[in-house]
């Protein structure tokens, strides 16, 4: 059966519905734009699939990086937000002595990190 999620990410305020196939076991689920539900500032230039895939990269990206974090320092806190270039900022607080750049080695350059 064909579902459709309405999708509200948390990286901005578009709102999307996305179609997946419930038969499929999870592994192969392939999330399909259903339709374009708000367009947030970032995001209004974008259309159709463009934008479901921008705002996609952005959220996974985040979450992505997050998880990253959390490989290397599993009690790490880590709260997230954008620069006025929607750069992804990632402030990192841990127990542990944070070594900024064995994460920056591990998560690349795209990300600002400061330790909080
Ligand atoms: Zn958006």
């Not at 929607?86 to 944070?98: H, M």
Request: glycine content about 2%; aromatic content about 6%.
């Amino acid at each position: 059966m064909i579902n459709v999620t309405r999708w509200h990410p948390d990286t901005c305020d578009c709102i999307i519905d996305y179609s997946w196939d419930t038969d499929l076991p999870a592994d192969q689920r392939v999330h399909i734009l259903s339709q374009t539900v708000r367009k947030c500032e970032v995001h209004q230039d974008l259309d159709g699939t463009d934008h479901y895939a921008a705002v996609r990269k952005e959220n996974m990206s985040k979450n992505i990086y997050i998880s990253a974090i959390k490989d290397v320092y599993a009690d790490a806190n880590v709260d997230w937000s954008f620069d006025d270039k929607r750069k992804l900022v990632l402030d990192v607080k841990s127990a542990s002595t944070i070594d900024v750049a064995i994460l920056m080695d591990k998560i690349g350059a795209d990300v600002k990190i400061n330790v909080v």
